[in-house]
């Protein structure tokens, strides 16, 4: 009973790990490809954690509570790295399939100055 | 006084929880490390902590987390069927958030969690912290799409970290 509710978590987080990377491959553009990998791999990682605790938890040296942490430091990396991504691009000005702020910087700028 | 020795208390508790679950035990003396490096580490970093976090309502912050977990699960699932299902559903578009939260760490935290919910990647944060960018995987009303944001996730942590006195 456990193993199958292993199996089936193990199975959830690879194929969302494989969709997330697939996105990486298929979407258009610099910017929707970010998409893919911060979120559908957070849950396929995330569903690989579970079955982990689970399985240590239940196959001897006690409560195994290592993975909470793997899942936070996850959780707190992969939007600052996407964040990191998409900053750089834009500054960079690469090609998208959406209508690119007309230079952010400058549009922040002038919101500022009609706010003061 | 206290202020000096301890100023950082809430980084202190992390610290030390972070220690045990890094060494997976809960004996007196793990626990005795942890609350050893959790003094020490906030208080030789003091210079890189300029801010001192205060968390007004530490009960809506585990709501919070709650929800965005919640929303995490959605909102892989709704990527994961726009990838699979092709690229047609796909309205990629940015839209500007105006920022009412002050305090780096709960600007941060939006930030974050922007990132981890529905079809929206936080990609750039104007220098004077009033505006930011988001890019939507699937926008179809940018206006409702800011609104979501601002009421879904910005007025909580205004309420955690910043309520009007």
């Excluded at chain 1, 936070?72 to 996407?82: E, N």
């Excluded at chain 2, 050893?36 to 585990?62: C, K, N, Q």
């Amino acid at each position: 009973m456990l193993e199958i509710a292993i199996s089936v978590l193990i199975i959830i987080g690879a194929a969302f790990t494989f969709i997330g990377s697939l996105g990486l491959a298929r979407l258009g553009d610099f910017y929707t490809r970010l998409h893919g990998p911060t979120k559908a791999t957070t849950l396929g990682v995330g569903a690989l954690l579970i079955a982990s605790v689970i399985h240590f938890s239940t196959t001897g040296q006690g409560v195994s509570l290592h993975e909470v942490l793997v899942t936070i430091f996850l959780f707190i990396t992969a939007p600052v790295s996407a964040h990191l991504l998409a900053k750089t691009a834009l500054h960079l000005r690469v090609g998208s399939l959406a209508p690119t702020p007309p230079r952010a910087e400058a549009a922040a700028a002038a919101k500022a100055q009609r706010d003061d | 006084m206290l202020h000096r020795l301890l100023p950082h208390p809430l980084l202190t508790v992390t610290l030390a929880l972070t220690w045990l679950l890094l060494v997976n035990s809960l004996t007196p003396g793990q626990a005795l490390i942890g609350l050893i490096l959790g003094w020490a580490i906030p208080v030789f970093t003091r210079r890189f902590w300029p801010e001192r976090v205060r968390i007004a309502r530490p009960w809506w912050l585990v709501f919070f987390l709650i929800k965005v977990l919640w929303d995490i699960l959605v909102a892989n699932v709704a990527v994961a069927v726009l990838i699979v299902g092709g690229q047609r559903f796909a309205r990629p578009a940015f839209v500007a958030v105006p920022l009412e939260l002050r305090t780096e760490l709960a600007i941060g935290i939006l930030a974050n969690t922007i990132s981890l919910t529905p079809g929206t990647v936080s990609a750039w944060l104007s220098p004077d912290r009033k505006l930011l960018m988001v890019h939507g995987l699937r926008v179809n009303d940018p206006d409702a799409l800011v609104q979501e944001i601002k009421t879904r996730y910005e007025r909580p942590l205004v309420d955690i970290f910043e309520p009007p006195c």
